[in-house]
């Protein structure tokens, strides 16, 4: 049997390769249970105890999508509380998920860092997502527009990767202080978020 001699250079691009290759997996993943955002982080946007992390009781409790076709399962979503903040469960199906997240109060606006974590085999990641509220009804949506991504793309100051050529999704490779400088100003502004999904409360906290 021979061996090749692989470089420094060549285990970084054989590295790099298999990370992509388990982010597109684990995004694939996501996108069946909750139309995973376009955008995700290897970093937490918030941390624990940081400046803008609130929490709101509110929250608590079995979710589920208003509005859905008919050939396609109702995601529920299960909310308690967690040393991180809050911790979740999405039920689609068959299929389930589970991470943890933490509430943001940027001016007046929320958002939702939302960790998946690995489970062996792919990447955890964050993606963030705008909330409002109203007594039992809530809107999520994904900071992850084409607009946005365009921003990322295109002005160069956020590092990031394109999981291949043509790829609308992106990976932060920034860091959390990079990010919140980056990213929390486009917190007030609408054309960075993807479109609105309404969900409402079936169940209160400990049901």
């Not at 109060?105 to 998946?116: A, E, H, N, P, T």
Request: charged share 25%; glycine share 6%.
């Amino acid at each position: 049997m021979f061996r090749t001699k692989t470089t420094r250079k060549g285990w970084l691009r054989i590295h790099r390769a298999r990370s992509k290759a388990a982010i597109v997996l684990l995004l694939s993943a996501l996108a069946c249970l909750t139309g995973c955002s376009g955008v995700v982080s290897l970093h937490p946007l918030a941390l624990p105890h940081g400046k803008w992390v609130v929490f709101d009781p509110a929250l608590l409790g079995t979710w589920e999508e208003a509005q859905t076709t008919s050939d396609v399962a109702i995601n529920r979503y299960t909310v308690a509380r967690a040393d991180s903040g809050y911790s979740f469960r999405v039920v689609t199906g068959a299929d389930e998920m589970q991470g943890t997240m933490s509430l943001m109060k940027v001016g007046d606006r929320y958002l939702l860092d939302v960790y998946c974590p690995s489970d062996g085999e792919q990447l955890p990641v964050h993606f963030f997502v705008r909330l409002r509220m109203k007594k039992d009804t809530a809107w999520v949506a994904a900071m992850d527009s084409d607009w946005l991504q365009n921003q990322i793309k295109t002005r160069g100051d956020l590092r990031h990767e394109l999981l291949n050529e043509g790829d609308h999704r992106v990976v932060l490779t920034a860091s959390s202080a990079e990010m919140r400088k980056y990213l929390l100003p486009y917190a007030a502004d609408d054309r960075a978020f993807g479109e609105e999904c309404e969900l409402h409360r079936v169940a209160p906290k400990g049901k």
